[in-house]
């Protein structure tokens, strides 16, 4: 679980497993990717959400939610 976290970075946070994981309440600042999720499949089924709009979309073992996001000029 990742959760209560100011994260600073040119990516944000990140998940790259079959198993649950949750990203939730955080405070996220970013050049390039703010929330990058990987499922675990062989064929790199990867998703970015970069917007609060967007956390409803992860794969369905990633419970994404309540998380800010600022991205700064790349």
Known sequence: MVRYNVI???K???ADTVEK?????NDIT???M???LYDGTTERNTKVIDNSSA????H???TVSGNT???LAK
Not at 21 to 25: G, H, L, M, N, P
Not at 55 to 58: F, H, I, L, T
């Open 12 to 14: 944000g946070v990140g």
């Open 69 to 71: 996001f600022d991205q």
């Open 34 to 36: 703010g929330i990058e």
């Open 55 to 58: 956390e409803g979309n992860a």
């Open 60 to 62: 369905e073992q990633y």
């Open 30 to 32: 970013f050049t390039k």
């Open 21 to 25: 994981v949750t990203i939730t309440d």
């Open 8 to 10: 600073v970075g040119r």
